[in-house]
């Protein structure tokens, strides 16, 4: 197969989770090509690209209904490093991309599931206003919305909207959390970690209508590798390859959006955050 993997500029750290990925598939015996992710590359069979940005290369794989992979961070906070690990996905952002059903019963890294949790508060999760997973819609009216439907519910606004170090801790936060409220954030895998039951309110979020937690993070635990097992993971990624180019010719792929920057957008979130 020929397969094209777009880097950020050369300097961009997280280039590494599109490069741990290529030189596995490489391992087994496919071509790879490296450009910049404003670069596309003509012919290649499936596009690989950290990040679910609006780039040139990512734009083409989708005219051509190509799969791709979109690299992003791991979804086991604190289990990995940032930097050492990668979760993956065709077609899509976390939540609404595409991986084949893992092997039922080969066991891999994963944390440890906390009790459930059987009292506790409520915890409203908000995330940045123009974030990529919001798919375009108004945020500050959806906190809006939920803190009327829990009036006595915490809030805990995503790390980068804050002062550094306002925040206390994930792991401690969550244990006075019975009932944990998200959008789209993976701060809901922390806390389905935790004992917490989670509402997801986007079908895009990873932990939309989860029915099993020792499933759900069965399979979530395919879907992300250390840099060096990727050579171990590379063979089941290829094999959804076939089904994710179905799916791509028929275009059931996310799209990339510009981000959801408006000022009006960013001043509806903050105004929404007056009362917390």
């Known amino acids: 197969m020929r397969i094209g993997v777009h880097l950020r500029d050369s300097d961009n750290r997280t280039n590494i989770r599109s490069i741990a990925l290529r030189d596995a598939l490489e391992a087994l015996g496919h071509t790879t090509i490296t450009s910049h992710r404003d670069t596309p590359i003509k012919g290649t069979e499936l596009v690989i690209q950290t990040g679910f940005a609006q780039t040139h290369a990512l734009l083409d794989a989708i005219d051509r209904r190509v799969p791709y992979i979109i690299m992003e961070a791991p979804y086991f906070r604190g289990f990995y490093e940032f930097y050492e690990a990668s979760s993956w996905g065709y077609n899509g952002l976390a939540g609404g991309s595409w991986r084949p059903t893992p092997p039922p019963s080969e066991e891999r890294a994963k944390p440890m599931l906390l009790p459930l949790k059987t009292e506790g508060g409520i915890l409203i999760v908000g995330q940045k206003p123009n974030d990529h997973s919001l798919r375009g819609s108004d945020h500050g009216q959806w906190l809006l919305d939920r803190f009327r439907e829990f009036p006595t519910a915490d809030f805990r606004p995503h790390p980068l909207t804050v002062a550094p170090g306002t925040l206390e801790p994930i792991d401690e936060a969550l244990r006075k959390y019975k009932t944990v409220i998200t959008y789209t954030s993976t701060m809901g895998v922390d806390a389905l970690q935790s004992g917490s039951i989670v509402r997801a309110d986007h079908r895009g979020s990873l932990c ?27 063979a089941y990624v290829l094999s959804g390859y076939d089904d994710a180019r179905s799916r791509a010719e028929a275009g059931l792929v996310e799209h990339p959006r510009p981000k959801v920057d408006g000022p009006t957008i960013c001043q509806r979130y903050y105004r929404a955050l007056e009362g917390v």
Do not use: I, P, T
């Open 208 to 234: 939309w209508n989860v029915r099993d937690r020792d499933v759900f993070f069965h399979d979530l635990s395919w879907a992300q590798a250390s840099h060096g097992d990727f050579h171990r993971v590379g």
